[in-house]
Structure formats: structure tokens, C-alpha cells
């Protein structure tokens, strides 16, 4: 299985992303996805996840409406959609999936990683 995250770049606050993290050899549709970001000098963090077979999405409160998480099963790829960025949303963003099809806020309970893709967002 591999987890190829793009789309990340530098961007001003206010302004808007979308991550794309395209899977082989793994079904998105049928399993649990989960984005991750990891600010500089800080831990790992959840962003928010997405159940499979149409299961339930669930965000970060940090988040705050501002991005969205989508799945493109005909290119089998996960999207984040981020607006209204903000200079802490400055960070290392993953992708990963699990084997069953179950949402996880907890990053110890994916079984695959991507390799992080860099948002950057300037005030």
C-alpha cells in the first residue's frame, strides 16, 4: 500500500488549499481515512476522518467549517479542502488509512502513511 499526498505550498492567511492523497494498492472508498498534520516543533495532530462506505466525517474542532474532506473513488484519491487558512495552520500534512473501513481520530490506529505534504501559510 502507498499514500501519495500532494498539493501542499505556500499560500497567504485567508487564502485556500485542497491536499489530494492518492492511494495504490488500497481501496478509499472502503476504508477508514484520516489526514494528520504536524506543526513545526510540535506532535502530531489530528485533522479529521472519514469512514468508508459512506461512513461518518468527523473534523478537529480546530478546524471549524473551514476544511472539508472528500473522497474521488473513480481516481481513488482523498481530498482536504482548506479555506480561510491561517499561519497556524502551518504544517507537515499526512494522509493515512486504516485496513477496516472504521473513522479514527486516534493515529495509532492507521496502518498506513503517507509522506506528508508542506503547508505553509503566511499572515
Known amino acids: 500500500v502507498q499514500l501519495q499526498a500532494s498539493g501542499g505550498g505556500l499560500v497567504q492567511a485567508g487564502g485556500s488549499l485542497r491536499l489530494s492523497c492518492a492511494a495504490s494498492g488500497l481501496t478509499i472508498s472502503s476504508s477508514g481515512m484520516g489526514w494528520f498534520r504536524q506543526p513545526p516543533g510540535k506532535e502530531r495532530e489530528f485533522v479529521g476522518t472519514?469512514?468508508?462506505?459512506?461512513?461518518?466525517?468527523v473534523y478537529a474542532d480546530f478546524v471549524s467549517g473551514r476544511f472539508t474532506i472528500s473522497r474521488d473513488n473513480a481516481e481513488n484519491t482523498l481530498d482536504l479542502q482548506m479555506n480561510s487558512l491561517k499561519p497556524e495552520d502551518t504544517a507537515l500534512y499526512y494522509c493515512?488509512?486504516?485496513?477496516?473501513?472504521?473513522?479514527?481520530?486516534?493515529?495509532?490506529?492507521?496502518?498506513?502513511w503517507g509522506q506528508g505534504t508542506q503547508v505553509t501559510v503566511s499572515s
Open positions: 472519514i469512514g468508508g462506505y459512506g461512513g461518518a466525517l
Open positions: 493515512a488509512a486504516k485496513r477496516d473501513s472504521h473513522y479514527s481520530v486516534h493515529e495509532h490506529e492507521y496502518d498506513y
